[in-house]
């Protein structure tokens, strides 16, 4: 397997090539050792964030606080999600802190990942 390095404010982390989380998801990945398979985060969890990712991008959009082309993108991003494209990018486990901000930031970071990919940046 390869890796890329992804940098947060804790420094470095290796993160798999193929996957498009970044550090934070990786973080809690290592974390969070416990549970696997059936206890990841629920996909009506993901499918969940997913809709509220691209419910907000839209808002922005018709606010004039997001372009059309990263508006389009995040949108294709997450119905990129809710179509089981991108399933293997969700590794977390049920078992982290209470808040959900892992799993949030699981979201961000594959959704921003994969719109930049759209927009060939």
Known sequence: ??????KDTMGEVKVPNEK????QTQRS????EIGVGLETMPKEVIEGFAYLKKACALVNRKLGRLD????EAIAQACDEI???KLDGNFPLVVWQTGSGTQSNMNLNEVVSNRAMEILGL
């Open 20 to 23: 498009y989380w970044g550090a």
């Open 82 to 84: 809710l179509n089981g």
């Open 68 to 71: 059309e082309p990263r508006t």
């Open 29 to 32: 990945h290592e974390n969070f």
């Open 1 to 6: 397997m390869e890796f890329r390095i992804e």
